[in-house]
């Protein structure tokens, strides 16, 4: 064999060799991508999933609900800026939700965070600029009708009513509502 021959099977049989033990190197980024993507996948499910985790608006000092008398009472300035903010109420064994947001014409308005006909999704709703927005079938409800317009997919109204300032949800309203979040099976 000639020395330009041995070379050249030398040198495939190192590259044969390189080839092979970099096979056991993987490039981690795609490995790294998929758990991002995996990351961002659980965060929407859990936002989807508990709407109200999602909510802005951790009242500010002096701006906490209390409750007196059977009512329920956020201060006003709470909504001035017109984002929805959720709230609960445990009734017994049911936990009844609901939304107070201050509508485009500068009402502030409240209804329960279910409709009669998407509340057995137990989804709610979220707020995309003026309207209201069902997480179950998509549909749109403008601010200024909540409150307002009531049966069908519209979210169903809460009564409140403003006093010195103070947005009043009367625990005996809030109650009416047990209906949407009772999710228990039917006998």
Excluded at 105 to 112: L, N, P, S, T, Y
Aim: charged content about 20%.
């Amino acid at each position: 064999m000639t020395a330009k021959r041995k070379s050249s099977t030398h040198s495939t049989r190192e590259t044969k060799k390189a080839i092979v033990m970099n096979a056991g190197k993987k490039n981690p980024t795609p490995i790294v991508i998929a758990a991002v993507v995996v990351i961002a996948a659980a965060a929407g499910l859990g936002l989807f999933l508990f709407p109200g985790a999602n909510t802005p608006g951790t009242p500010a000092a002096g701006n906490t609900p209390t409750a007196d008398d059977g009512r329920i009472t956020y201060a006003a300035s709470m909504f001035a800026d017109g984002k929805a903010r959720h709230f609960q109420y445990a009734d017994g064994n049911i936990t009844i939700s609901y939304f107070i947001l201050k509508s485009t014409d500068g009402v502030i308005r409240a209804a329960f965070d279910a409709c009669d006909v998407c509340w057995q999704a137990g989804k709610g709703y979220y707020q995309e600029g003026g309207d209201m927005v069902c997480r179950n079938c998509g549909r749109h409800f403008e601010s200024v009708k909540v409150n307002e317009v009531q049966g069908g997919c519209n979210p169903a109204p809460l009564a409140r009513t403003i006093e010195n300032d103070r947005v009043v949800i009367r625990v005996a309203d809030l109650k009416k509502g047990r209906s949407y979040f009772n999710f228990s099976p039917k006998a």
